[in-house]
């Protein structure tokens, strides 16, 4: 058992989530035998498929059976199981220090990495680690390695969110960098525009990564119920706002409307596994949703 | 607009106030921390127009709530014509009170002549503002000036009660004039209420132009003229203009000639035979009442040769006539007196028989046989002989008297007699009316000298009644003796010289003709209506001061020549001493009988266009306002009320714009549990 000195980790989260597996939605390639399907096929109990035989294919594969009911000459293949390479993106723009009962976005964030790599780390799978902040900057690429997962959570503890986001170039190296398919788990408040955040999975979908969004929110964002002008200091260092919630309420639930309803545009054209949450949620409920969402129908 | 406290004008620079809010609140507004930017970014976009509309909207609502308030503690009166002497109050307050007899107009329901209504309204709105620290009253009755202390007292000066006189307004003007410039006032209001009736106005005077350009010389003075022009829907007015006492064998009577005049607007339009109607007229002599009824027609009424029979024993004595009461109560009774004819004297002094034969002529043909008519010839060593009493007329054609005589001509004159002077053949320096003569003069090459102007409309030259007039472009004159007088010329010759002057006296008259009436010296007796009607209209002016009983009209010094006078009717309206002859009535002083009446001017005087009273004060600072006699409503009021409830309205929008907008959700906030993509 992995000795657990994160203030972040709940071990009551832990055991809960410990009978949930996670899966990928898409085939990995592995590096070593593992729980998810491969594109390759493999030595596996579970069939994939009969094909013919061609010239140069080694005769221990035929299915006799096969021939005998047929005559003619079929190799039985079985699935590949393999391990998968979970990259877990992290916002650490300034905006991600919004808080809402002293727990910001950021933590929230945290709480859901951390426990994802955990659970990952705990079935023989890859964990990596990707900052994306102008601020504070860190990549730590996926490995299998207790050690390594001790370094990733040691980093989750310590990431601080500052200055504007850089969650688009994070993406887009990402899917330039990591050489095989992977499981990108992307946990941002995603406040850029959403043709930006389109361009981000397209790029990540056709480098057939498994990709799931956590849209982390606050609730005050989507209300802005304020009764008296305020100045709306930019978190990520922008110009400041004067302006009365009473006057302009209606505009900006307009415009959040209108980027939301954007958003859902985007995650549906890009197929990808999209979870838009409110920070005041459990994580775990939040965790638990998404690992069930993620587990295979078995069809028998 | 006016303000009853304009001190507290003073705060209007605290309309700023919400705006200097405005900006401190800028700077002191609650700063949060915020990171969804973009979207407070998009709705700035989205309400930009509409938003600052608002805090436009709620910014002036503001100033204009702390304007009103402002406003309602300054007082605010209403009247545009206070718009245009600005903020400044006058130093001094002038009004110029017409007081002539057409000011009685009333309005039947409001029951107020214009006179009072003016009062009521100019002591109304003086009391309200700022009259400066003299308040000077010229009425048009006395013509003085009297420093009033108050505005309210106004209502009960004797000065300013009805009067049967005509008013002289450019004479009031004149004398605020004076006043103005012995007083060196600073800015002043000066207020002219006047009905413009035509005769008080006189807007074809050559004083007009003087007093235009004196007062453009004044800096400061503000003019306002309270105008009641509006005529009477219904009104009569009686006259009387004859009245003769005869005796027929052993009776008496009166013979009236009795005019009723009507200013109406409204049923004189109508069709003729809608419009006669009959109306009474009520006679009162020596206390007996009769009444005669007459036929109204679109001018009136007359009733020529009225006779009422009295006592062959009174010889003297007054009666009045009466119509039943209608708009204007000063004109629906006349007094009138009566007493027997007194013989027309008259005195010719004159050392030439042929001249004096020539006056003789002239005097002793009556216009009316009833009248009795003696004239006596004396030379002039006989002139102590004169009864100047019993002498109406004096003809003094010889060299001008000096001493003793001189002094009695001017007493005679000044009992209100008549003296027309000839030049005589005798040269001599004397002067007498600051008059002398001069040189006699001849014609030239034209062998006669003609009449190139004389003065038709009054006076001894006036046209005839019938509005033709006197032949004088037919009088030759053969010689004339010139003088030197600071009389006014009522006939020229064509050499510009003056063929009769008169020269200005308080009472009576005197007259100067330059040439005889022998045919030696001008065709005056071959032509003869010329020089008898000169002489016949001096006669008779002269004699209405030996009449025991005469008519005279209102003015201040009509009862100047005697100090006895009583009045005698009517008898439940005394007036002060000071205002005795301003009013209508009969007065008596021992044997001797006036009755002081209104002037005919009165009675038919049409007002003048407002477009030629704006005319007369060209140049100046001036503002009429028009005012109906009935209109009973304050010349200014205080608006405060309005600025309240404007004050209520605003702050009233401003609470609803400043209300925060409700938001309208018409579709679910967000769905937070959208999830997109699907397990292969």
Known sequence: MLQLKRDYLDQKVLERLSTLQLHARLPMIGSVSGKHRSPIRGSSLEFAEYRKYVPGDDPRRLDWRTYARNDRYYIKEFEADTNLRMCLIVDTSGSMNFTYNGMSKLDYARRIAGTLAYIAAQQGDAVGLYCAGTGFHKEIPPKRSAKHLSAVLDELGTMEASGETGLANVLHETAERVPQRALIVILSDLFIEPEVVRNCLEHLRFRKHDIAVFHLLEQSELELEFDRPMRFVDMEGGEPILADPTVIGTQYQRALEIYLESMNTVVQDTEVDYHRIRINENYDDVLARFLLGRTPKRHF | ?680
């Open chain 2, 1 to 680: 607009m006016g303000f009853l406290q304009p001190l507290a004008l003073i705060a209007l620079p605290l309309i700023g106030l919400p705006i200097l809010i405005h900006l401190i609140n800028q700077h002191r507004h609650r700063t949060i921390p915020w990171a969804a930017m973009m979207f407070l970014m998009s709705a700035k976009r989205m309400s930009k127009g509409m938003a600052r509309l608002r805090h436009f909207l709620i910014l002036l609502m503001r100033v204009l709530a702390v304007a009103a308030l402002i406003f309602v503690v300054s007082r605010p009166l209403s009247g545009g014509w206070l718009g245009s002497i600005g903020m400044s109050k006058p130093d001094a307050t002038l009004i110029l009170l017409d007081r002539s007899a057409s000011m009685e107009i009333q309005d039947l329901q409001a029951g107020q002549s214009k006179r009072f209504a003016a009062l009521q309204k100019l002591a109304q709105l003086l009391e309200q503002g700022d009259y400066g620290t003299h308040l000077v009253l010229i009425d048009s009755a006395s013509g003085q000036l009297q420093e009033v202390d108050s505005p309210k007292a106004l209502l009960g000066l004797p000065t300013t009660e009805s009067s049967a006189t005509s008013a002289d307004i450019p004479g009031m003007l004149e004398s605020a004039l004076a006043y103005l410039k012995a007083n060196k006032s600073g800015r002043v209001d000066v207020w002219i209420c006047s009905d413009l009736s035509e005769n008080d106005w006189d807007v074809e005077s050559g004083r007009w132009q003087a007093i235009r350009e004196e007062f453009a010389q004044l800096e400061g003075v503000h003019h306002f003229l309270l105008a009641y022009a509006d005529l009477p829907s219904d009104n009569l007015s009686v006259r009387v203009e004859n009245v003769q006492r005869w005796e027929r064998g052993n009776d008496a009577e009166l013979v009236l000639d009795v005019v009723v005049r009507s200013k109406s607007t409204g049923w004189v339009t109508q069709p003729v035979h809608t419009t006669r109607k009959r109306f009474p007229i009520e006679f009162e002599v020596n206390n007996v009442r009769s009444v005669v009824e007459v036929e109204l027609d679109r001018q009136g009424a007359s009733l020529q040769g009225h006779r009422i029979p009295i006592d062959t024993k009174l010889r003297s004595g007054w009666g009045s006539v009466g119509l039943p009461g209608d708009a204007n109560p000063l004109d629906n009774r006349f007094f009138f007196v009566f007493s027997e004819p007194p013989v027309r004297r008259a005195v010719v002094v004159s050392d030439d028989v042929k001249n004096g034969e020539a006056f003789r002529r002239a005097l002793t043909i009556p216009i009316d046989p009833r009248f009795q008519h003696q004239v006596d010839i004396i030379s002039v060593d006989r002139v102590a002989e004169i009864d100047w009493k019993s002498t109406g007329l004096l003809i003094w054609q010889a060299a001008l008297p000096r001493g003793s005589v001189a002094d009695q001509i001017a007493q005679f004159v000044d009992t209100g007699r008549v003296v027309i002077f000839f030049p005589s053949s005798q040269n001599a320096d004397e002067q007498l009316f600051a008059s002398r003569w001069e040189d006699w003069q001849t014609p030239g090459s034209q062998q006669v000298f003609g009449i190139s102007w004389w003065r038709g409309d009054t006076d001894l030259l006036a046209h005839v009644e019938s509005g033709d007039a006197l032949p004088l472009n037919e009088l030759r004159t053969y010689r004339y003796r010139s003088f030197e007088s600071t009389g006014t010329p009522l006939a020229r010759f064509d050499d510009d010289a003056s063929l009769l002057t008169r020269v200005a006296t308080d009472h009576g008259a005197v007259y100067f003709c330059s040439t005889l009436p022998t045919a030696q010296f001008s065709s005056f007796e071959r032509e003869g209506v010329i020089f008898y009607v000169i002489l016949q209209r001096a006669l008779d002016q002269g004699c209405r001061a030996l009449a025991v009983a005469s008519q005279r009209d209102a003015n201040l010094d009509v009862l100047a020549d005697r100090n006895e006078w009583e009045l005698v009717a009517p008898e439940d309206n005394s007036p002060l001493l000071s205002q005795s002859g301003l009013h209508a009535g009969v007065y008596r002083d021992g044997a001797y009988w006036t009755a002081v009446n209104r002037s005919h001017i009165e009675d038919s005087a049409a007002a003048v266009p407002v477009e030629a009273v704006d005319a007369l004060f060209d140049g100046m600072s001036y503002r009429r306002i028009d005012v109906d006699v009935g209109d009973t409503s304050a010349l200014a009021s205080e608006l405060w009320r309005i600025f309240l409830i404007a004050m209520i309205v605003a702050l009233l929008v401003e609470a609803v714009l400043s209300l925060p907008s409700r938001r309208v959700r018409t579709t679910p906030l967000i769905d937070l549990t959208v999830s997109g993509g699907s397990a292969e």
